[in-house]
Every structure is written in structure tokens, then in C-alpha cells.
């Protein structure tokens, strides 16, 4: 039996750390020995294992007990592994389902794994480890999707309102927001572009004194120049050519409450000087007029520049710098955010099925592992934008990589059809096409994809021609069209397990 890798060790270590009680595994096969085999591996790595003999009795012990994984078998009488995870993904038992099969059932497994499970194993297993590595896979995912959960129900007493995340920097910001948003201090909101710096503001207004009053926001970037300071301040009629009437600035839309002033760092330097006086007085005058008004306005900027930078460029005012810098809350990019890229993703998914009237799908593995590996430069809004293309585009209740973006599945763009052609009619995908896409091989180098191909087919024609020969290699041989030294070499080369698992006799003739 081959030993537990360290990497294989620290995510039990994790898992442990994660909660409270051991991973509990169900195995479900109507193969005793199998069954048995199966679970004492499972043990001897620190799991409690349970097992069934059909998925009757598995649907059964999932209503009594709670398991984090179950492994189950494909082809069984009464009910079949498919229709096992169909009765499981109905029910909305907190479990993933990993399907074992031996290489002839690979496209129905594709399937199933389509359909919601979490993944394969073929039959006879690679090694005990590869079995242990991907039941700690889906435990770790389980355990993830719980943690969603949970954060889901909970964000209707979120401490940051729409902000979603648990990350450590994360939490940073929500004490800062609790912290400062019964002041009236200004904030500064530094970020990349598509950090949240909008629901920042948003969120310390909910939580202030002034909530009952207006929250005005601007993007100092979008503004003519020209008319910058008519929009901040207002104007009299007549104080320039297309000023038919007055019109109050937005400073007077906010008083009471909160003006947020987006991209600050593209103010024009005149209007910088008057925001100043403004900050520092609380007294705005309109464009064209004499006539100084008092506000009640708190202030909250953003920016993604380097304002630092802009002072030593002589384009930004050092005065207003520290004017609006009083408390700085810095929101971190996506890519340093961990496992929150995830949760933000199932939230955008519940959004944007709600927003179009259909059921939320699931986020299948291969996606979320689409997902991880993108470096979102555009951060959460980027984020946003890709689940609603895959909510959109998505056939199924499982969102897959062909879902999302062009851009973030790595795939390439798919021709479009001119408007009213109907689409071509193509060959169902064979079992090794399946098996292809399933294991994204198309994402890496030919040589590579087809060395790994190879191996697998190896492993699994060795195992099943071996468990179809009662383990009796001169006849495996004799199947194979291979003498017997050929064949033995063949073996050898492979990665199948003549272990426990595999239930192989020893050569008759030996």
C-alpha cells in the first residue's frame, strides 16, 4: 500500500483543522470485497468510513447521517450510480458524489460528472493514494461550498452590506467601515479598478448617522473638465454659455448626507482648490454667483492611481492629499483573496439567476478551476461580468468551462452563425473526446496531453483485461495478442495497483 503524500497530508491536516470531525466517506458498491477494501484504506488515513451495498441502502444512511463524500460504484443492480446522483442532487444533500467506473463506462461517467459529481476513478485503481488524494479533494470542496452557504445566509447581517468575502484583508475592512462610519471623518478608498470601492462607500454611509439621507456619487473622470466645477458646486443662470437656468451642485444634493467622489485623482487642479476650501469650511459658491452656501457633507474619495505619485508630478494638490487621506481603507485585488474569488463567484451565480428568473446552476469543478487559474485584472467587477456571461450561456445546472468568457476558459472563441442559420447538427463527442475535455489535456502540449493518454489507457486496459483473466497473466496475455514477456513488461510499466483493491489472483502457471 503505498504511503500518503505530504501533499496529500497537509490537506487532511486541513480538513481537520477546517472542522471539528474526521472526513466521513459512504462507499457504495454491490461488490463486497471491494466495499470492505475500500473502507479499511479509508480508515488507516484517519477517515470514518461507512458503506452499502446499492444506493437504496446509501439513500437510506444519507437521510440519518452526515457524510461529506460518497464514493459509488456506476453500474449496480436497482439503481445505477447515475440515477443515484440524480436522486441525491434532487434532494440537495450536502454531499459530493465521486463516480468509480471501469474504463468501457468513461462517456457515462462524463456525464455524471456533467451532471454534478465531482469527479472519477477508473477501475482498477491507479494506486490507494489517488483514491485518498481525490475523496480529500471533494471533502475540501464540500467543506467550501458549506462555508458559501453559510456566508450566503448570513449576508442580510453582513457587516459590510453587499460586500462579499472572509478573507483576512477583507475583515481588515470591515472593521475599518464599523469603525469609522458613525464619524464624520473622510475616507479615502484606495484600489485597483473593480475592487468594490463604491460599496465601500455605500456601506459606510448604510451604517451612519446620515443614512436617511442622500449618498450622491460622481466619477470625477467622466466629467468634461469645463464643467466639473458646476457639477460639484453648482451655477447661476447665465455664468456660462449653456447656463439657461441654476442648478444646485452636487454638494447641495448631499447635504445631510455623504457625496462619494469617485477617480479623484482625475480632478482638474481648479477644482481641486475650491474642493479644499470646501472640505475645510463646509461652504460652497456656486459658479457665477457671490453668494456662499453652508453644507453638511461627509466626503468619501476613491482612487486606483498612485496619488503620491500625482503630487510629485505636480498633478495632484498635496493639501487636499492629507484633507481627504484622514482614514485610508485599501481594498485588496481579487488575485490575493483566496478562496473568496469562490464565494464571490456562488454570490454572483444566485444573483444573476434571480435577476433572470431561472434556477441557480452549480459551479462545476473544471469552471471553478477555470476560475482559480485567471489572474482577473478586472478584480470582482470582472468577476461579476464573467458568471453573468456563464449564467446566460450556461444549458445545464452544472456551469462548465465553455460557459464562461473566451478569456477565462482558455478555450478558443467559437465561430457565430450568421442570424437565422440553424446551427449544424454535430457528431455526438465519442468517449475519448469526453475524457479529453474532461481532463483539459487540450490546454497543455501535445506531447504531454498525449503521454498522459497513454498512461491512463495503459492503466486502465492492463487493470480490466487482468480482473477479466481472473489476475492469470498467461491468459491476459493470450487476450492481449502479446507473449507473455511482452505482456509482463506492459505491466510493469503501468501504475495498476496488483494490490487488495484490484482483486487479482496469482498466475496459475507460475
Known sequence: MTELSAGAEDEQASLRHDGDDAVRVLVVDDEDALRSTLARVLRQRGMEASTAENAFVALDLL????????????RMPGMTGPQFLERVRATGMPVEVIMMTAFA??????????????????KPFVSNESVIIEVLNAAQFKRLRQKTRDLERALARSPAGEMVGNCPAMRDVYRLINGVATTNSTILVLGESGTGKELVARAVHE??????????TINCAAIPKELV??????????????????RAGLFESANGGTLFLDEIGD??????????????SGEVKPVGSDTVKHVDVRVIAATNADLKAAIAAGTFRQDLFYRLNVIAIRLPPLRERGDDM?????????????????PAARLGNEAAMCLQRYSWPGNVRELEHAIEHAVVLSESDT???????????????????????PEPQQPAPSSVTSLVETLGLSQIAYAEAKKRMLADFNDA????????????????????????????????STSVDPGPISKQSRDGDE
Open 63 to 74: 437521510d440519518k447521517e452526515r457524510f461529506d463524500v460518497v464514493l459509488v460504484d456506476v
Open 105 to 122: 463506462d468513461i462517456a457515462t461517467t462524463v456525464s455524471a460528472v456533467k451532471a454534478g459529481a465531482f469527479g472519477f476513478l477508473t
Open 207 to 216: 451604517r451612519s448617522r446620515r443614512a436617511d439621507k442622500p449618498l450622491v
Open 229 to 246: 466645477e458646476s457639477e460639484l458646486f453648482g451655477h447661476t443662470r447665465g455664468a456660462f454659455t449653456t447656463a439657461v437656468a441654476a
Open 267 to 280: 480632478l482638474p487642479t481648479s477644482a481641486q482648490v475650491k474642493l479644499l476650501r470646501t472640505l475645510q
Open 342 to 358: 469562490l464565494i464571490l463567484a456562488h454570490h454572483f451565480i444566485q444573483k444573476h439567476a434571480r435577476l433572470a428568473g431561472r
Open 399 to 421: 456551469i462548465m468551462p465553455s460557459a464562461l468568457p473566451i478569456e477565462v476558459s482558455g478555450a478558443d472563441a467559437p465561430l457565430s452563425l450568421p442570424m437565422g442559420l
Open 461 to 492: 486496459y492492463v487493470g480490466a483485461l487482468l480482473r477479466a483473466s481472473s489476475g492469470n497473466m498467461s491468459e491476459a496475455a493470450r487476450r492481449s495478442g502479446l507473449d507473455r514477456s511482452n505482456f509482463r513488461r506492459l505491466v510493469r
